[in-house]
Structure formats: structure tokens, C-alpha cells
């Protein structure tokens, strides 16, 4: 049986090129270094002019999750934006209000996601990147649903495996619409790919938590910044790991 993980030859060519571009056949290898300074620095040097469009896509984000609950509410009944009435409607309403919310703006998260990683390969992208992935819907709904139920079986069998996976999938997403795997092949891509690494990409994701923190404690005006860094930083991960998408291989 051929290995459902090799990369096809299109998709290494990046990657062959530039070894700051990386492929699904190095990740899987773990051939790709995390150096959290040197991944912070060029995403702060990237975010000179890419400020805006990072913003857009989280206003757009935003209105557009606004939307999505406020529509699902209408429709399941769920009293979405009155929490004091939230306790007094049926368990099925809640599921299905909370079913549609995730579904309907899991494309709107890759989207997001996406912008950070376009940004760090030099590609075209606006704020609308957000709206782009909707074809893509029922894999990313699949992918969530999955990660979620096996992190939550991590975490109650004593935290450390839930935690273990939480840093494991945090590149699946992307996977799913910039190259195109099923949702369970993209969560043991990432999966596999980061174990490799795992301890430095956790230290990189600590080191985002701490830039968050502190943009906020400088009366959110450190947001302005501190946001579009992580979204790059994170892109810029991603390019190191996995390089560029099918349609620049």
C-alpha cells in the first residue's frame, strides 16, 4: 500500500529550492528547524505594510461570525447575544446553534490562518482571504470535530496527552485548503510532522501567548501590532515546514 503521506513530486519542488522553503515530504521527515527568535524577527519585519490587511480580515471575520450567530440564532431559537436567557432553551437547540456557528466559520478560521501564511510566502492577499475557503467547508468541519474530540480524550487522560495534541494539530487547518489533504490525513500530518519538533514549537506558541499578553497590558494599543505579528509569525512557521502551495510548487 502506498504511503497515503508522501508529498507528490509537484508539491517538493519549493521546498527543493529554498531551504527556508520547506514540503510535506521534509516536515514529515522533521527536515525544518523552529528558531523562535529568528521566526519573531522576520515577522515583525514583515508586518510593514501587511498591518492593514490583517485587520480587515479580522473585522471581516468578526462581522461575519456576528452574522452567523445572530442568523443561527434566529433559526434554532438560541438566545446568542442574551446570555441570561441562555439557560432556559433545550440542549437541542444549544447543539444545533453551536453546530451551525462552528461549521459556517470554520472556512472564516483558514481564511484567517491563511492570511498570516500568504503574507510570509511574498504571495497577493487581502483581508477578503477570508471568504476564500468556503469550497472547503465539509473537510474543515471534519477536521475541527476530530481535533476537538481527541484533544478532549487527551486531556481527561491526565492533560498531558490534550496538551501533547493541542500543539501536534496547529498546523492542520492549513494543510486542508493549501494542499488539499482529507481532514484525518492533514491532523497526522501535522501531527507527525510536529512531534518531530515539538518542544520548540511549543516554546513558539508560549512566546505568541506572551506577545498577546503584553500588547494587551499596553492599554491594547500593543495589539495593533502585537496581532499581526503572531498571524505572520505563525505563516512563517508554516512556510518553513511546508513551504508554498500546490499552484506556486
Given amino acids: ?21 520547506g514540503s510535506l515530504e521534509k516536515g514529515l521527515a522533521g527536515d525544518y528547524a523552529i528558531s523562535v527568535g529568528d521566526i519573531i524577527s522576520e515577522a515583525w519585519g514583515r ?12 473585522l471581516l471575520y468578526a462581522i461575519a461570525v456576528g452574522v452567523i450567530t445572530f442568523i ?14 441562555a ?37 497577493t492577499v487581502s483581508g477578503t482571504e477570508v471568504f476564500s475557503h468556503f469550497d472547503k467547508i465539509v473537510p474543515l468541519v471534519v477536521c475541527n470535530i476530530l481535533m476537538s474530540i481527541l484533544i478532549v480524550i487527551g486531556f481527561m487522560l491526565l492533560i498531558i496527552p490534550g496538551i501533547y495534541l493541542m500543539v501536534a494539530y496547529i498546523l492542520a487547518i492549513p494543510l486542508i485548503v493549501d ?22 514549537m511549543f516554546g513558539f506558541l508560549l512566546l505568541c501567548l506572551v506577545i498577546y499578553v503584553v500588547g494587551g497590558l499596553a492599554l491594547l494599543i500593543g495589539l495593533i501590532w502585537a496581532i499581526p505579528t503572531v498571524a505572520v509569525a505563525y505563516g512563517v512557521v508554516y512556510r518553513k515546514v511546508f513551504g508554498a502551495g500546490p499552484e506556486n510548487a
Fill in 179 to 200: 494542499k488539499g489533504l482529507g481532514p484525518w490525513q492533514a491532523l497526522e500530518t501535522s501531527r507527525k510532522t510536529i512531534t518531530k519538533h515539538w518542544f520548540p
Fill in 47 to 58: 508586518i510593514k505594510g501587511h498591518k492593514g490587511t490583517v485587520w480587515l480580515g479580522i
Fill in 1 to 21: 500500500m502506498s504511503d497515503i503521506y508522501k508529498a507528490p513530486e509537484s508539491e517538493l519542488t519549493a521546498g527543493e529550492e529554498s531551504g527556508d522553503y
Fill in 87 to 123: 439557560a432556559n432553551v433545550t440542549l437541542t437547540s444549544s447543539l444545533l446553534h453551536q453546530l451551525i456557528v462552528t461549521a459556517l466559520s470554520a472556512p472564516l478560521v483558514a481564511g484567517m490562518l491563511m492570511i498570516g501564511v500568504k503574507i510570509a510566502r511574498d504571495e
Fill in 72 to 85: 443561527s440564532g434566529l433559526i434554532t431559537g438560541y438566545p446568542a447575544f442574551d446570555p441570561a436567557n
